[in-house]
Each structure stands twice: as C-alpha cells, then as structure tokens.
C-alpha cells in the first residue's frame, strides 16, 4: 500500500484565523480530513503531522519517512531558510511535492525562494487548499511510477 506524509510547518495549525485573502478560510483539520478520505477512496495510507518547532519537523521526517513512501510538505515560513529540513526532506530520497496555499512567488521578495523546492519533484504554490488535493491525486496517479 502506497503511504503518503502529509507534513505542515509553523503556523499553519491557525488556518481558518489567518488572513482570508492570504491563506483562506479552510482548517488544517478540514484540509487533513479531505485528505484523509481522497486517500482511503484509492487505497492509500496517509499520515499528517504539524508543529511549529523545526526540530520537530526534522524528527518526524527521520523517523517515518523513507524511498518507500512519498511526502506533501508546506514548511511555512521554514521554506525559505531551513537547510536542515531541506537536507533531512533529501536524506530520505522520498518523492516529495511542496505545497503553498498562496503564491510565494507573488509575494514578498523574501517569500521568492524556496530553499526546500530542489529536492522535491514539484512545487504547488497559490491553488489554496486545493494544492494539497492536487498533490495527492498526482502521487496517487504517479506517484507509483516516481
């Protein structure tokens, strides 16, 4: 069975209080739950984890990931200068999808660069929640190939 992590930074357990026109008014625990139930609609097992604290990230990833399982990462504002959670996401050799709910790339300058997006197969940045989906449904349809 294909196992999917689905790992969030800081902040993003305020979803639903954040700024609307930024990050929309959808919950972490709404967007995990839709996940959750897209998932077992195809067989596949998933596991979300959150915290604020970037050595808690790191830990997670050590742990439970692996080649033999992919991730879906939105490392908050960890994105843009976190080279340990760059090199621990790249330790695993997972296939890997960055998901932003805005776009970083139309945002501040500082919010241009991701560090983590060179060890990931793909970026999702601006779709909203729907980012999240959309980078399930792709590891779900090729993800086996990767």
């Given at each position: ?20 026109a ?5 919950t ?7 996940l ?7 067989g ?5 984890f ?15 990931a692996?080649s ?58 601006g ?20």
């Amino acid at each position: 069975m294909m196992k999917i992590l689905v790992i969030q930074g800081p902040n993003l357990n305020n979803l639903g209080n954040r700024d609307h026109a930024i990050y929309g008014a959808t919950t972490l625990d709404t967007i995990h739950s839709e996940l959750r139930q897209t998932a077992a609609e195809h067989g596949v097992d998933i596991d979300t984890f959150q915290s604020n604290h970037e050595g808690e990230l790191i830990d997670y990833i050590q742990q439970n990931a692996n080649s033999d399982c992919a991730i879906i990462i939105n490392p908050g504002a960890l994105t843009h200068y976190s080279y340990s959670l760059r090199d621990a996401i790249a330790d695993t050799q997972a296939s890997a999808i960055e998901v932003h709910l805005s776009n970083i790339h139309a945002r501040e300058e500082w919010r241009n660069q991701s560090v983590i997006a060179d060890t990931c197969i793909g970026q999702i940045s601006g779709l909203g929640a729907y980012g999240y989906t959309a980078a399930l449904l792709y590891l779900i349809n090729e993800g086996r190939n990767i």
